[in-house]
């Protein structure tokens, strides 16, 4: 992307938006190549569309940059980067252990209370689940870090619509 493209984007280098844009182009591209490097089939029967693939990595990729371009300051980017990891990981090593699966899911069951419906938030269970990390957060800490999950999720969205206007054309 030539210095003037990019300074439609945002014009200080050290922002969010900035961090934000070099690394999704950055990882954009790596998508790009490794798309290419796919292989072909002369039936579209046979080979499923890479649509899924492509969808798939792009939101892991735009989801990856944005948590690194704020950094580790912020509990839902720790989370959310971990997320990540941590499916890379599974997929990788084929952990699809039914043991496991079954430990998680009793796990997951085991309901304890938390100050949510102490204080009378009864928002607050969705609100967990929306924001990377929010089950492990007291409100308070919750509600900050869903202010600055939403502004950043804001910058995202304004960044790749720049971003699909400029290659669009």
Known sequence: MNPKTYHHISSNPSSVKSRFTRGFLRAFKKIKRQQRLLPTSSSSSSNPSPRPYLYGRVKIAADKSLALAVGSRRAWSRALLWKIHYKAWRQRSRFNNKKKRLKENKKNKKKKKNDDEEVGFRHAKELRKL???????DLCSLLDETAHYIKCLITQVQVMKS???IYSF
Do not use: F, L, R, Y
Request: aromatic fraction near 0%; hydrophobic fraction near 40%; proline fraction near 10%.
């Open 131 to 137: 924001v990377p990390g929010g089950k492990a957060m």
């Open 163 to 165: 971003i699909d206007q």
